[in-house]
C-alpha cells in the first residue's frame, strides 16, 4: 500500500537523479578544458574585491532568499499531500489549506 501511494513521486524522484546524472557525466565529457591563470586564480564571487567585505548586503539577497523557502516549503508539502488526498480525510484538507494560509502571509508580509 505505502509503494502505491507514492508510485509516482519515487518515480518523479529516480526520473530526476538520473536526469541529472546523465547531464553532469556530459558536462564533464563534453566541456572543453583549457587551463589559464585566470581559471586558476583563487577568487570569491568572479570580480575582484574593491571594497571591504564586511560591508551591508541589499535587502533584495534576504528577500529572494525567503522567496525561495516559501516555495520551497509549499512544494516540498504539497507533493506527499496531494499524493496521499485520495483517502478523502477533511481534517486534512483544512490543515493544508491553514498551511497555505499562513504562507501567504508570510509572502503579503515580504
Request: hydrophobic share 55%; aromatic share 24%; glycine share 4%.
Amino acid at each position: 500500500m505505502f509503494f502505491q501511494d507514492f508510485f509516482s513521486i519515487f518515480g518523479f524522484l529516480l526520473l530526476s537523479s538520473l536526469l541529472s546524472s546523465i547531464i553532469f557525466v556530459a558536462s564533464f565529457v563534453i566541456s572543453l578544458k583549457s587551463d589559464d591563470i585566470e581559471k586558476l586564480s583563487a577568487y570569491e564571487c568572479g570580480f575582484n574585491p574593491f571594497e571591504d567585505s564586511r560591508n551591508e548586503f541589499d535587502v533584495r539577497f534576504y528577500i529572494v532568499a525567503i522567496l525561495f523557502l516559501i516555495f520551497d516549503l509549499e512544494l516540498s508539502f504539497l507533493f506527499p499531500f496531494s499524493i496521499s488526498y485520495n483517502t478523502g480525510q477533511f481534517q486534512a484538507l483544512i490543515a493544508m489549506l491553514f498551511f497555505l494560509f499562513i504562507l501567504t502571509i508570510g509572502f503579503v508580509y515580504e
